[in-house]
């Protein structure tokens, strides 16, 4: 294991040069202190978990000291927020540290976000507040536990330095891993100022040190795009088939590796419900629940557009088309281990939409929990307890008697079949109100709840003695909270 003093850097992406980013020290903040830190994250640096106890930690994961070796860049790109195109964009209250290379041979970026003014800031000030760190760091976490594809959130560290949002709170700075920060936006930036070398410059970075296989291609652009189409299609079959709502989809926030980042306004279904916005700011839906499978494929077609300098049009074409299918091999396979099925059968798509609509027709169907429950006990019992949540009990006890039969065709026994359902039905998810909790705790200074809450879920599958609490529903008060785009 490492400490803090003999990490080793190797900044790829600065070596890029100013053109792709602007060299910026981090504004230090008053009284740092941690306020919750990832041990698993620690990992991915080969730091000891007892390095986070040193009083250096704070400052140096804080931007109040840097290493010698850190290179801090603020990254230039651009992107289509909300449909509409913002020519220029870049980290304007983000810096990447630097990139640490660990014993693995693993490139993880330190993004240190929160770290004050950029020339990317336009007329914010370049502060993260506590409440959207915190949000920030347990949905990294969150996601990484389900199995989702995500960044990494290394830690949070809060302050005394005062930020104005609708009320006076207090600056926080989020420290975040991920082998990339590369956005779609990026590429879209060089296209459309019409730097096509640096464009050209780019995608040879991002193959040579993400997607090296491309190389062995005869067209590694075109198969580039189609690799980053199948992780992001693969991305978002899993947040359909978790409920997982990111509620800010622009391309700037949309991944070049096929990852989730940038949170903002995110949200689990509670009660299930396709058409559930979770952005207060969302006014049209446009990153609705059931709007996320599109936008991806919109994003990706952006994508392609910024690439029409290095690959022939009709080959983007083809491959765009190759989105959807590849998203619903991967939804449905997720559905069918959710349901508890080993094997596919054609008539699954079926079951699987019958049982959404009818989720859909209720209006107190707990989506995580109505898959938990279906592998508590043998799927006769197991039907009785969920079937009290839906509304059109006659179309239930038809998709039920379908489902048995389905089950039956398997041939597990139930402690098998409950192992199965329990190691991908999580028990533990995060829900909003759980987040404010812990977030109005640490406001007042406790920072117990969200320590406690981000080991919860840490282990989202695995029933915790004691923590019954953290599986309930949700109180009425926390299905309604209303989460914007605010930092």
Aim: net charge negative; with cysteine.
């Amino acid at each position: 294991m490492k400490t803090l003093d003999t990490l080793t850097f190797d900044n790829r992406f600065a070596g890029l040069g100013d053109g792709f980013s602007t060299h910026i020290l981090p504004e230090p903040i008053a009284e740092p202190r941690l306020v919750v830190v990832s041990e698993s994250a620690l990992a991915l640096l080969d730091l000891d978990p007892q390095q986070a106890q040193r009083e250096v930690f704070a400052e140096l994961f804080s931007g109040n000291q840097l290493w010698s070796d850190a290179e801090p860049r603020a990254m230039v790109y651009s992107g289509h927020q909300f449909g509409g195109y913002s020519p220029r964009l870049g980290d304007g209250r983000g810096l990447l540290l630097g990139e640490v290379l660990n014993d693995a041979g693993e490139h993880w970026d330190l993004h240190l976000k929160g770290a004050g003014m950029t020339p990317y800031s336009r007329m914010g000030d370049g502060r993260a507040v506590l409440r959207s760190s915190i949000r920030e760091f347990l949905a990294s976490e969150a996601l990484h536990a389900l199995g989702i594809p995500s960044s990494r959130a290394l830690c949070v560290t809060g302050s005394s330095t005062p930020v104005w949002r609708e009320k006076q709170e207090t600056a926080a700075m989020l420290v975040r891993l991920a082998p990339s920060h590369i956005r779609f936006g990026h590429f879209e930036y060089f296209y459309y100022t019409r730097q096509h070398e640096q464009l050209k410059q780019l995608a040879d970075h991002v193959i040579e040190h993400h997607y090296p296989a491309c190389l062995e291609q005869p067209q590694p652009y075109a198969v580039l795009l189609k690799a980053v189409l199948e992780r992001t299609a693969e991305m978002i079959a899993w947040w359909q088939a978790y409920g997982f709502c990111h509620g800010v989809m622009n391309t700037d926030n949309m991944s070049i590796l096929g990852i989730t980042f940038d949170f903002g306004p995110y949200a689990f279904l509670d009660d299930f419900d396709a058409k559930h916005i979770c952005n207060h700011s969302d006014d049209t839906g446009r990153y609705s629940f059931s709007n996320q499978v599109p936008i991806a494929h919109w994003n990706l077609s952006a994508l392609a557009q910024a690439l029409t300098s290095l690959v022939e049009v009709d080959t983007l074409s083809e491959t765009l088309d190759l989105f959807l299918p590849i998203y619903q091999a991967h939804y449905h396979d997720l559905m069918r281990k959710r349901l508890g099925f080993t094997s596919a059968e054609d008539s699954d798509e079926e079951l699987i939409q019958r049982l959404l609509t009818l989720m859909q027709a209720g209006t107190a169907t707990d989506y995580s929990l109505f898959f938990r429950h279906l592998g508590d006990q043998a799927p006769a019992e197991a039907l009785k307890v969920v079937r009290n949540d839906f509304v059109d009990l006659q179309g239930f006890d038809a998709w039920a008697a379908d489902y048995r039969t389905r089950v039956e065709r398997e041939g597990f026994e139930q402690t098998e079949r409950q192992a199965r359902m329990h190691a991908v039905n999580p028990l533990y998810v995060l829900r909003n109100y759980l987040a404010q909790e812990a977030i109005a705790a640490a406001e007042a200074g406790d920072y117990a709840p969200v320590r406690e809450l981000h080991q919860v879920l840490t282990r989202p599958f695995d029933e915790q003695p004691g923590k019954q609490h953290y599986a309930q529903r949700p109180p009425d008060w926390g299905k309604h909270l209303e989460i914007s785009c605010s930092s």
